[in-house]
């Protein structure tokens, strides 16, 4: 049994968007994440099937914020097309309902480092001089794209490290 109801509402009151032929839910991949219209989501409703569910847009990059609309808990929706489609300060990013919202900028890390990531993977923020802030593996380092955050990161080995000896010769380590 899917838990749905004949108004078509999912087990939680969400709305599943019913095919317009079969009038039955719509049925997706939600491994490769297609098969539903824009506003909605392949959600996992048995252990076999996959149905098509009404989702609130929530911004791609784990540590962006959405853009809302004053006064209502609705993010701002903008055309992916059009160029300056958000505010300042924010950024196009596609929801995983297909929707295009305005969110704010994913925070960057320097070239070889490697982001702490937490609960919903978002990046683990840190201070400056503070010890404790970060564990002892990881430096906490500014963000390149917005220098006023620092996150905590991790230095990620890629190749060879060389070190040039007083003599001028090259080690590999």
Known sequence: M??????????GNTEVYLN???????????KQKH????????????????ICCKTQPICSSAESLALFITHTSEPTR????EVGACPGGYTYQQAKN???ICCTPPLEYPFGMRALRGQFGRPHICSIGVKG???VDHICT????????????????????????????MLLQ
Request: charged fraction near 15%.
């Open 133 to 135: 802030t970060c564990p």
């Open 35 to 50: 098969g539903c219209p824009i506003t909605f989501e392949c959600i996992r409703s048995t252990e076999y099937a996959s």
């Open 78 to 81: 903008c055309n992916s097309k």
């Open 2 to 11: 899917l838990g749905l109801t004949f108004s078509g509402e999912y087990s």
């Open 20 to 30: 317009p032929l079969s009038k039955q839910p719509q049925l997706c991949d939600s």
């Open 142 to 169: 500014r963000s390149s794209s917005n220098p006023s955050i620092f996150l905590c990161c991790r230095p990620q080995l890629r190749g060879f490290l060389g070190v040039v000896t007083s003599r001028g010769k």
């Open 98 to 100: 297909l929707e295009s």
